[in-house]
């Protein structure tokens, strides 16, 4: 099993780009998938994006399509969620997780990081 630390957060502008990152320890980082989660306060934890273990296929949800990028570097063990023209509504929690299966349900992820905190203002 990994252990996963995201770093990054911050408080930023609207329209204001970050990067996230999620360090990841254990041998076997490059084979398993990892996603990046979000949970705004009184909302329930939903999907951002996702990327398989090789990097050559990447997943988003329909409402960061276009203006996040997420990317890995297994010599690094590092997975990155670029984050472009962020809004007021992106504002919330970060989590990065992995999962062995090709799934976008939190339920199904095994590891889970402590989370990072976005917050952009109007």
């Known amino acids: 099993q990994v252990q996963l630390v995201e770093s990054g957060g911050g408080l930023v502008q609207a329209g204001d780009s970050l990067r996230l990152s999620c360090a990841a320890s254990?041998?076997?980082?490059?084979?398993?998938?990892v996603a990046w989660f979000r949970q705004a306060p009184g909302k329930e934890r939903e999907f951002v994006a996702r990327?398989?273990?090789?990097?050559?296929?990447?997943y988003y949800a329909d409402s960061v399509k276009g203006r996040f990028t997420i990317s890995r570097e297994n010599a690094r063990n590092t997975v990155y969620l670029q984050m472009s023209s962020l809004k007021v509504e992106d504002t919330a929690v970060y989590y990065c997780?992995?999962?062995?299966?090709?799934?976008?349900?939190?339920?199904?992820?095994?590891?889970w990081g402590q989370g990072t905190q976005v917050a952009v203002s109007s």
């Open positions: 997780a992995a999962s062995r299966g090709d799934t976008t349900t939190p339920g199904d992820f095994s590891s």
């Open positions: 254990g041998r076997t980082f490059s084979t398993v998938n």
């Open positions: 990327i398989t273990w090789n990097g050559k296929n990447t």
